[in-house]
């Protein structure tokens, strides 16, 4: 359950240094959290893995991207508390030199949060390049569908904080999943669905088939994988 989160009021109170050490100088104490936060704007976070679990998909991504702010965002406490270890432990190893791929991952962090609620309040218009939706919880009866992360509401927050050009990423081994995801993503009017060939090579579709947990499961038990892309038109010219 939620109801105990915090979530800031804007964007701006977002303090990136400390998901991010590396790439944010630490707020000191006469710097107001805006002042702090346009210390920021040359870098953020521009890809976001929405229910990302135990953390697979960005761990094998954040090598593959080393100059591109990646952020995960879990609703369950103790799964988030997870991957924070597991990304402390990664940045470890590479300090004491026993990094496996020599990267230091850095750019990879994680946040609780409901995706659900108040995205907004976290990321900018437009600041998202990419955004992964990787086998959500189906919710498989009807009065359960409105807990489904992705609705015509969502989508429209979703088209808010996904810069146009950049790409919603989905994946489930649910088909009755598949296709409300790609109904409700295809009927939004800002964004379009990808074509296999514009996928073609792809480094993201790859990971997201073969590097999340839930993905590797469903491998193991020879299950199907349906994938949907959409890419976020330009905003509409009113005239
Ligand atoms: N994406 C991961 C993977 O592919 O291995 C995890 C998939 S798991 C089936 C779904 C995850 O979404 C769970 O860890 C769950 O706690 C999380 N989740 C569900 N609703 C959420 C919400 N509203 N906001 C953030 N995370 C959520």
Not at 71 to 84: A, D
Not at 141 to 164: D, M, T
Not at 186 to 204: A, I, K, N, Q
Request: overall charge negative.
């Amino acid at each position: 359950s939620d109801h105990n989160l915090e979530y800031p009021h804007s964007p701006d109170q977002m303090d990136w240094s400390t998901h991010f050490p590396a790439f944010f100088p630490p707020r000191n104490e006469s710097e107001t959290t805006a002042e702090h936060s346009s210390t920021q704007l040359q870098k953020q976070v521009e890809i976001a893995d929405i229910g990302c679990g135990f953390g697979g998909l960005i761990v094998s991504l954040g090598p593959k991207l080393p100059d591109t702010l990646m952020l995960g965002m879990e609703i369950r406490q103790q799964v988030t508390e997870y991957v924070e270890e597991r990304i402390i432990a990664l940045r470890r190893q590479y300090e004491e030199g026993e990094s496996e791929n020599g990267h230091n991952y850095q750019n990879i962090s994680v946040i609780r949060g409901n995706a659900m609620k108040f995205l907004p309040n976290m990321f900018h218009k437009g600041q998202l390049r990419k955004m992964f939706f990787c086998f959500p919880d189906p919710h498989f009866k009807a009065r359960k569908h409105k807990a489904r992360i992705i609705s015509p509401g969502l989508a429209s927050e979703y088209a808010y904080i996904v810069k146009p050009g950049g790409i919603i990423y989905t994946i489930t081994d649910v088909e009755d999943l598949h296709n409300w995801m790609a109904r409700h993503l295809e009927d939004h009017p800002l964004f379009d669905r990808m074509t296999p060939e514009e996928l073609e090579g792809d480094v993201c579709v790859e990971t997201m088939m073969g590097d999340t947990e839930e993905g590797k499961k469903v491998t193991r038990n020879n299950g199907n994988k349906f994938v949907a892309c959409f890419r976020r038109r330009e905003d509409p010219e009113w005239s």
